[in-house]
């Protein structure tokens, strides 16, 4: 038994086809039925089920779990080998929340990619679930998400905290406070000001949309869904036309550019008070697996730049906020 055997094997366990697995290993089907029967006589035990299609028996279910870790320890082996013999020549597994990655990569990675040229990233994005999931398993080396982040072993360290703003469109503020007084106080609004006016929001399932749900729930109030999106930046678009009311993140807030920014200028932006409205970035890395210097060096430069992402919040676009 060695790390191709095992690797064919896995291969054949994915694509539940010796075609298909063998055309992923560029080898041919006699070859890889070849090595799954040596590898089955050495064992003692049959690994699948031919019929009537490819399928992994008890005793093949019982070796891709330890195939799994035993392929994953050869890989962090040869990834500290390679960190140690080529001065920090690799690959570095950054995984991102879907909500993050636009706000924060272009002003982490340039740095990051200036200072270690010959370091490849590869970048995963999924939902905090998924995110989670990848590092408990040792998948991926660094996670930049939202708390809570539950991965036992897991060192975790919170950055920033970023609230939750109301983006309304210029022409409906104007109408529902002609005089400039906005009820709450601050810039901080009432919401039930609000009732009756379109929203448009994520559709329920995502972070933000859970988060603000309860928050409008506590409050009383229920809000006039219109439309509904999966995409955060398709809200955002749509209520600068003028379309609703929709929730949008500060840290967004702060990194808005080019067309994004002539949107923003058709909005106002009202925070939503509280510590329900209130989200913690963190940066997590695992224990369960060989922490590169490259991947300490990331997380270290995370930290030493989110705080500052924030100071050009959109507090300057709402109005009556001193």
């Known amino acids: 038994?060695?790390?191709?055997?095992?690797?064919?094997?896995?291969?054949?366990?994915?694509?539940?086809?010796?075609?298909?697995?063998?055309?992923?290993?560029?080898?041919?089907?006699?070859?890889?039925?070849?090595?799954?029967?040596?590898?089955?006589?050495?064992?003692?035990?049959?690994?699948?089920?031919?019929?009537?299609?490819?399928?992994?028996?008890?005793?093949?279910?019982?070796?891709?779990?330890?195939?799994?870790?035993?392929?994953?320890?050869?890989?962090?082996?040869?990834?500290?080998?390679?960190?140690?013999?080529?001065?920090?020549?690799?690959?570095?597994?950054?995984?991102?929340?879907y909500t993050c990655g636009r706000a924060i990569l272009p002003s982490l990675l340039p740095d990051f990619c200036a200072e270690h040229?010959?370091?490849?990233?590869?970048?995963?994005?999924?939902?905090?679930?998924?995110?989670?999931?990848?590092?408990?398993?040792?998948?991926?080396?660094?996670?930049?998400?939202?708390?809570?982040i539950d991965v036992p072993g897991a060192e975790v360290f919170p950055i920033l905290n970023e609230r939750l703003f109301l983006a309304c469109p210029k022409t409906l503020s104007r109408s529902l406070f002609p005089d400039g007084t906005i009820p709450g106080g601050e810039g901080r609004p009432d919401l039930r000001a609000f009732r009756g006016q379109p929203f448009i929001l994520l559709k329920k399932g995502n972070r933000l949309r859970a988060i603000l749900d309860r928050y409008m729930e506590k409050a009383d109030f229920l809000p006039n869904v219109t439309l509904e999106t999966e995409n955060i930046e398709t809200a955002f678009a749509l209520a600068s036309q003028g379309l609703g009311i929709t929730v949008y993140p500060e840290l967004f807030l702060s990194t808005l550019h080019g067309a994004a920014d002539a949107d923003s200028a058709r909005l106002d932006f009202f925070p939503l008070p509280g510590s329900e409205t209130t989200s913690s970035l963190a940066v997590a890395l695992t224990e369960k697996s060989y922490l590169s210097p490259s991947a300490l060096d990331l997380a270290a430069l995370f930290k030493q730049q989110a705080p500052g992402w924030l100071q050009r919040s959109g507090e300057e676009k709402m109005p009556g906020v001193t």
């Open 117 to 148: 040229p010959q370091v490849e990233i590869s970048l995963m994005e999924g939902n905090s679930r998924q995110l989670n999931d990848w590092l408990s398993k040792g998948e991926i080396d660094v996670l930049i998400g939202y708390l809570p």
């Open 1 to 97: 038994m060695n790390f191709r055997n095992l690797k064919y094997f896995l291969t054949a366990a994915e694509e539940k086809s010796i075609t298909r697995a063998a055309q992923r290993l560029y080898i041919s089907q006699q070859s890889l039925s070849g090595q799954i029967a040596r590898l089955e006589e050495e064992l003692g035990v049959r690994l699948f089920e031919r019929t009537p299609t490819l399928k992994l028996s008890y005793a093949g279910e019982r070796l891709a779990l330890f195939a799994r870790r035993i392929c994953s320890l050869e890989e962090e082996l040869q990834r500290e080998a390679g960190e140690i013999s080529q001065q920090r020549r690799g690959r570095l597994r950054l995984g991102i929340s």
